[in-house]
C-alpha cells in the first residue's frame, strides 16, 4: 500500500473516532402515531410551540444575576454564544437582553406577546443581526439535543411518502371530536411544564391528504394512522426547515409570494387545477420558518402588502396563501429595524396597526469601556492574529468609541472620560450610585448614537496589516487609524468628526497616565522597601495623632513626628496641608478598628495610601534608575540592569512582551525628559 493510501486510511480512521453513531441514529428516528403519543405521554416538552423552545433554550444555559446601580440585572449566559466559542457573544447590554428574554417568557405562558411581533431597534452595528443569528444557531442546536427533540411526520399512500410541507406536530392530526379528550390526559402529567394545546388546521396539502384517506377508510382513524409515519425534525436554516430569514429587494420586485409561497405551475396539468394543494409549493418563507423562527431583515422596508401579511401572521398566528384558506403557523417572528425607518414608522398614520402588534426591544451600542473590549477581543484574541497586541490597545480604542456615544455630562464637576469610568463601575470621588442612576436616567439618547464597532474592528484590522513585518500593535498605531479614518466616515457630521478628534487627545491623555502608573508601580514594585516606608509612615503617624515622640532607630534619640516625611508621601495623593488631620485620623480610627477585631493593618488594605506609598518610592527611586537615559544615546551598564529589571516586571505583572515593553519606558522616560527639561 502507498504512503499516501496509507495517510489517508490514518485520516479516515480520525473521522471514525469522532463519530457517534448511536447519536446519528436518534436523529433519524421514527415510529408510528402510536409511538409518538407515547413519546409525549413521557416527555409533554415534545409538544412545546415555537416561543416555549425558543425561551427554554435560552434558559437552559443558565444565568447569573448582579447588581447595578442598585437594581438586580441577569446575565444569560447563552448571550455569550456557546455555540462558536464566544464568536457572536453580545455584551454590555444586559438590561435590554433580560427585556428581551422577559417578553420571550411571557409569550411562552401565553400572556400576550406570543401575538405580536418582536422589533429589535437600535442603531448599525449595535448586535440586533448578532441576536437572531444566535436565535437561529440555538434553535438549530436545540432541535438536536433530547432536551429539544421535535417530531413531524410523512403521509405513506400508495408507495409514495409525502412529507408534511410545514413540519407541524403530528398532534395536529388528532381529530377534532378526540382532541379535548386526548389533551386532558396528556395535561395531567406530572412533568408538564406547558400545557399541551394543539390550535387549529392542517395545512392544505396534509388536509387533502387526510380528508382522501378518510373518505378510503370510512372514517376509520385508526386504519388512517396507519398511513402516518412520524419522525425527528431537526432545524436547519441552510436546508430551510423550521429557520427562515426575508430580505427586502428592490420594491418593483418584492412579491408576497415569497412569504406564503405560490403555485407550482408544473404540476397543474398532473392534478387538473390550480387550487389543488398538491400543485402549490409551501415554501414562502413563513411555511419554511413554521415550528422554529423568522427573521425579517430591516423589517420596516418591506411593501405595505407584506406587512398585511404579517399583521395575520402576528396576531392570529395565521397566512393566506394563494387560493387557498388561512393556513396555521407556529413560529417566533423576530424583525429588526434602524431608527430612521422606525422613526417613519412612528409617523405613519396608516401603519397603526402594525405598530399596535409590535413590540420594540432597544439594542443600543455598549456604553461601558470593559464590556466594549469584549467586542473586540474576541476578534483580536492571542492565536489569531500573528502580531502581539500591547496591553491597553483594544481597550483604548474601546474607551474612544464608548465617549462617542456618551452625552456630555451637565454636571460641570464631571468630564465624559469620568463619566465612561462611572458606567463601568469605577469608583470617582463625590458620586454615588445614585448618581449614575441619575445620569443613565437623564441622557436618553446615550448609546443609540456614536461610533459603531464595525468601524472600530475596521481599523484595528487596517492597523494589524499595515506593516506585513509588524511585531507588535500599539495603542498609538490605532489611535492614529481611527482618527485617520474620519476623513471618510459618511455617517457622521463635521461637528461630530471634530469632537471624535477630541476624544482621540482625551483618550491619548488617560493612556500616558495609565502607563506612567504602570512604570511608576514597576520601578516601586519592591515590596519590602514598601513595607518598610508604610511602617515608618504610620510609626510617625500615631505618634503625630497621640502627640508623642517617635525613636531614631539610627541615634536611639526620641524626635518629634517627621513631618516633612508625612507631607511627602500625602502630598502625591492630593491631600491638602488643610485635610491632613482628616486624612491622618481617619486612617488611624481605621487602623485602631482592626486591631480591635484582632487584625493588623497592611498598607495594601488602603488603595489611597497604597498609591501614595508607589509614588514616594518612585520619586526616590527614579533618580538612581535615570530612566531618562533611555532617551540617549549611552546608557551606563549598572543603568541597563537597573532598567532590564524594570521591563521584565513589566512584562510579567503587566503583560507586555519585550518590544512593547521598551517601547513604554522609552515613552515614559521621553515625558519625564520633558517634564525635567521644562522644570530646569
Same mark, same amino acid.
Given at each position: 500500500?502507498?504512503?499516501?493510501?496509507?495517510?489517508?486510511?490514518?485520516?479516515?480512521?480520525?473521522?471514525?473516532?469522532?463519530?457517534?453513531?448511536?447519536?446519528?441514529?436518534?436523529?433519524?428516528?421514527?415510529?408510528?402515531?402510536?409511538?409518538?403519543?407515547?413519546?409525549?405521554?413521557?416527555?409533554?416538552?415534545?409538544?412545546? #410551540?415555537?416561543?416555549?423552545?425558543?425561551?427554554?433554550?435560552?434558559?437552559?444555559?443558565?444565568?447569573?444575576?448582579?447588581?447595578?446601580?442598585?437594581?438586580?440585572?441577569?446575565?444569560?449566559?447563552?448571550?455569550?454564544?456557546?455555540?462558536?466559542?464566544?464568536?457572536?457573544?453580545?455584551?454590555?447590554?444586559?438590561?435590554?437582553?433580560?427585556?428581551?428574554?422577559?417578553?420571550?417568557?411571557?409569550?411562552?405562558?401565553?400572556?400576550?406577546?406570543?401575538?405580536?411581533?418582536?422589533?429589535?431597534?437600535?442603531?448599525?452595528?449595535?448586535?440586533?443581526?448578532?441576536?437572531?443569528?444566535?436565535?437561529?444557531?440555538?434553535?438549530?442546536?436545540?432541535?438536536?439535543?433530547?432536551?429539544?427533540?421535535?417530531?413531524?411526520?410523512?403521509?405513506?399512500?400508495?408507495?409514495?411518502?409525502?412529507?408534511?410541507?410545514?413540519?407541524?406536530?403530528?398532534?395536529?392530526?388528532?381529530?377534532?371530536?378526540?382532541?379535548?379528550?386526548?389533551?386532558?390526559?396528556?395535561?395531567?402529567?406530572?412533568?408538564?411544564?406547558?400545557?399541551?394545546?394543539?390550535?387549529?388546521?392542517?395545512?392544505?396539502?396534509?388536509?387533502?391528504?387526510?380528508?382522501?384517506?378518510?373518505?378510503?377508510?370510512?372514517?376509520?382513524?385508526?386504519?388512517?394512522?396507519?398511513?402516518?409515519?412520524?419522525?425527528?425534525? /431537526?432545524?436547519?436554516?441552510?436546508?430551510?426547515?423550521?429557520?427562515?430569514?426575508?430580505?427586502?429587494?428592490?420594491?418593483?420586485?418584492?412579491?408576497?409570494?415569497?412569504?406564503?409561497?405560490?403555485?407550482?405551475?408544473?404540476?397543474?396539468?398532473?392534478?387538473?387545477?390550480?387550487?389543488?394543494?398538491?400543485?402549490?409549493?409551501?415554501?414562502?418563507?413563513?411555511?419554511?420558518?413554521?415550528?422554529?423562527?423568522?427573521?425579517?431583515?430591516?423589517?420596516?422596508?418591506?411593501?405595505?402588502?407584506?406587512?398585511?401579511?404579517?399583521?395575520?401572521?402576528?396576531?392570529?398566528?395565521?397566512?393566506?396563501?394563494?387560493?387557498?384558506?388561512?393556513?396555521?403557523?407556529?413560529?417566533?417572528?423576530?424583525?429588526?429595524?434602524?431608527?430612521?425607518?422606525?422613526?417613519?414608522?412612528?409617523? #405613519?398614520?396608516?401603519?397603526?396597526?402594525?405598530?399596535?402588534?409590535?413590540?420594540?426591544?432597544?439594542?443600543?451600542?455598549?456604553?461601558?469601556?470593559?464590556?466594549?473590549?469584549?467586542?473586540?477581543?474576541?476578534?483580536?484574541?492571542?492565536?489569531?492574529?500573528?502580531?502581539?497586541?500591547?496591553?491597553?490597545?483594544?481597550?483604548?480604542?474601546?474607551?474612544?468609541?464608548?465617549?462617542?456615544?456618551?452625552?456630555?455630562?451637565?454636571?460641570?464637576?464631571?468630564?465624559?472620560?469620568?463619566?465612561?469610568?462611572?458606567?463601568?463601575?469605577? #469608583?470617582?470621588?463625590?458620586?454615588?450610585?445614585?448618581?449614575?442612576?441619575?445620569?443613565?436616567?437623564?441622557?436618553?439618547?446615550?448609546?443609540?448614537?456614536?461610533?459603531?464597532?464595525?468601524?472600530?474592528?475596521?481599523?484595528?484590522?487596517?492597523?494589524?496589516?499595515?506593516?506585513?513585518?509588524?511585531?507588535?500593535?500599539?495603542?498609538?498605531?490605532?489611535?492614529?487609524?481611527?482618527?485617520?479614518?474620519?476623513?471618510?466616515?459618511?455617517?457622521?457630521?463635521?461637528?461630530?468628526?471634530?469632537?471624535?478628534?477630541?476624544?482621540?487627545?482625551?483618550?491619548?491623555?488617560?493612556?500616558?497616565?495609565?502607563?506612567?502608573?504602570?512604570?511608576?508601580?514597576?520601578?516601586?514594585?519592591?515590596?519590602?522597601?514598601?513595607?518598610?516606608?508604610?511602617?515608618?509612615?504610620?510609626?510617625?503617624?500615631?505618634?503625630?495623632?497621640?502627640?508623642?515622640?517617635?525613636?531614631?532607630?539610627?541615634?536611639?534619640?526620641?524626635?518629634?513626628?517627621?513631618?516633612?516625611?508625612?507631607?511627602?508621601?500625602?502630598?502625591?495623593?492630593?491631600?491638602?496641608?488643610?485635610?491632613?488631620?482628616?486624612?491622618?485620623?481617619?486612617?488611624?480610627?481605621?487602623?485602631?478598628?482592626?486591631? /480591635?477585631?484582632?487584625?493588623?493593618?497592611?498598607?495594601?488594605? #488602603?488603595?489611597? /495610601?497604597?498609591?501614595?506609598?508607589?509614588?514616594?518610592?518612585?520619586?526616590?527611586?527614579?533618580?538612581?534608575?535615570?530612566?531618562?537615559?533611555?532617551?540617549?544615546?549611552?546608557?551606563?551598564?549598572?543603568?541597563?540592569?537597573?532598567?532590564?529589571?524594570?521591563?521584565?516586571?513589566?512584562?510579567?505583572?503587566?503583560?507586555?512582551?519585550?518590544?512593547?515593553?521598551?517601547?513604554?519606558?522609552?515613552?515614559?522616560?521621553?515625558?519625564?525628559?520633558?517634564?525635567?527639561?521644562?522644570?530646569?
Amino acid at each position: 500500500m502507498s504512503d499516501a493510501a496509507t495517510n489517508g486510511s490514518g485520516l479516515l480512521s480520525l473521522i471514525e473516532a469522532h463519530q457517534d453513531r448511536g447519536h446519528y441514529q436518534n436523529l433519524l428516528w421514527e415510529g408510528s402515531f402510536a409511538d409518538y403519543l407515547e413519546l409525549v405521554r413521557q416527555d409533554p416538552g415534545i409538544a412545546r #410551540n415555537a416561543y416555549q423552545r425558543l425561551y427554554d433554550l435560552i434558559v437552559s444555559f443558565g444565568a447569573e444575576d448582579y447588581t447595578e446601580y442598585k437594581k438586580t440585572i441577569t446575565r444569560y449566559r447563552f448571550f455569550d454564544d456557546p455555540f462558536d466559542d464566544g464568536k457572536d457573544g453580545v455584551f454590555g447590554i444586559d438590561i435590554h437582553l433580560m427585556k428581551l428574554v422577559r417578553v420571550l417568557r411571557a409569550a411562552a405562558l401565553g400572556y400576550g406577546p406570543e401575538k405580536r411581533v418582536i422589533l429589535l431597534h437600535g442603531p448599525v452595528g449595535s448586535a440586533k443581526s448578532t441576536i437572531a443569528r444566535l436565535f437561529k444557531k440555538g434553535l438549530e442546536w436545540y432541535s438536536r439535543q433530547d432536551a429539544g427533540r421535535m417530531y413531524t411526520y410523512s403521509w405513506v399512500v400508495d408507495g409514495e411518502e409525502i412529507p408534511a410541507p410545514m413540519h407541524e406536530d403530528p398532534l395536529a392530526l388528532v381529530p377534532d371530536a378526540a382532541r379535548p379528550a386526548v389533551l386532558d390526559t396528556l395535561n395531567k402529567s406530572k412533568k408538564l411544564v406547558y400545557p399541551i394545546a394543539v390550535k387549529g388546521e392542517l395545512n392544505p396539502v396534509c388536509r387533502h391528504y387526510y380528508k382522501e384517506l378518510m373518505r378510503r377508510y370510512s372514517g376509520d382513524f385508526l386504519e388512517l394512522q396507519k398511513h402516518i409515519r412520524v419522525r425527528r425534525l /431537526l432545524l436547519s436554516e441552510k436546508d430551510r426547515v423550521g429557520v427562515g430569514t426575508f430580505q427586502p429587494k428592490d420594491e418593483k420586485n418584492q412579491d408576497s409570494t415569497e412569504l406564503t409561497g405560490d403555485i407550482n405551475y408544473r404540476k397543474i396539468a398532473e392534478y387538473g387545477s390550480d387550487s389543488d394543494p398538491r400543485a402549490f409549493n409551501f415554501d414562502g418563507e413563513f411555511c419554511v420558518a413554521n415550528r422554529g423562527m423568522i427573521e425579517f431583515v430591516e423589517m420596516l422596508k418591506l411593501d405595505v402588502a407584506f406587512l398585511y401579511d404579517l399583521l395575520g401572521a402576528s396576531q392570529e398566528h395565521k397566512i393566506k396563501p394563494k387560493k387557498f384558506a388561512q393556513t396555521n403557523i407556529d413560529e417566533v417572528i423576530l424583525g429588526h429595524t434602524n431608527e430612521p425607518e422606525f422613526r417613519r414608522l412612528e409617523n #405613519n398614520e396608516y401603519m397603526e396597526a402594525l405598530r399596535d402588534r409590535t413590540i420594540k426591544i432597544d439594542v443600543p451600542y455598549c456604553t461601558a469601556p470593559s464590556q466594549e473590549s469584549r467586542i473586540y477581543e474576541k476578534d483580536f484574541k492571542k492565536g489569531k492574529v500573528n502580531a502581539f497586541i500591547a496591553p491597553h490597545t483594544v481597550e483604548m480604542a474601546a474607551l474612544w468609541a464608548v465617549l462617542t456615544r456618551l452625552e456630555e455630562p451637565t454636571n460641570h464637576k464631571l468630564s465624559v472620560l469620568q463619566k465612561a469610568k462611572l458606567y463601568d463601575g469605577k #469608583n470617582i470621588p463625590g458620586f454615588t450610585e445614585d448618581h449614575v442612576k441619575e445620569l443613565r436616567k437623564a441622557a436618553v439618547r446615550e448609546g443609540l448614537e456614536g461610533i459603531s464597532p464595525r468601524y472600530v474592528q475596521d481599523k484595528l484590522s487596517n492597523a494589524l496589516v499595515r506593516d506585513p513585518d509588524l511585531r507588535c500593535l500599539n495603542p498609538f498605531m490605532v489611535l492614529n487609524e481611527l482618527e485617520g479614518g474620519l476623513k471618510a466616515h459618511s455617517l457622521i457630521s463635521d461637528d461630530q468628526r471634530e469632537r471624535y478628534r477630541e476624544l482621540l487627545a482625551v483618550v491619548k491623555e488617560e493612556y500616558t497616565d495609565i502607563v506612567k502608573n504602570e512604570v511608576q508601580k514597576a520601578i516601586a514594585a519592591d515590596k519590602g522597601a514598601l513595607k518598610r516606608l508604610s511602617e515608618n509612615y504610620i510609626d510617625n503617624l500615631r505618634a503625630y495623632i497621640v502627640k508623642e515622640k517617635v525613636k531614631n532607630p539610627f541615634t536611639g534619640q526620641y524626635e518629634e513626628p517627621n513631618e516633612r516625611l508625612m507631607r511627602s508621601i500625602e502630598e502625591k495623593i492630593d491631600i491638602p496641608e488643610t485635610r491632613k488631620d482628616d486624612f491622618r485620623s481617619e486612617l488611624m480610627n481605621y487602623i485602631a478598628d482592626l486591631a /480591635l477585631k484582632g487584625r493588623t493593618f497592611d498598607y495594601t488594605m #488602603n488603595e489611597r /495610601l497604597h498609591r501614595a506609598l508607589e509614588l514616594k518610592l518612585f520619586e526616590d527611586s527614579k533618580d538612581s534608575i535615570k530612566l531618562t537615559s533611555l532617551v540617549s544615546s549611552t546608557v551606563d551598564q549598572d543603568t541597563q540592569a537597573k532598567i532590564d529589571i524594570v521591563k521584565q516586571r513589566l512584562i510579567d505583572d503587566y503583560g507586555y512582551d519585550e518590544i512593547s515593553a521598551s517601547d513604554v519606558l522609552t515613552y515614559v522616560a521621553s515625558i519625564f525628559a520633558r517634564g525635567d527639561a521644562s522644570k530646569a
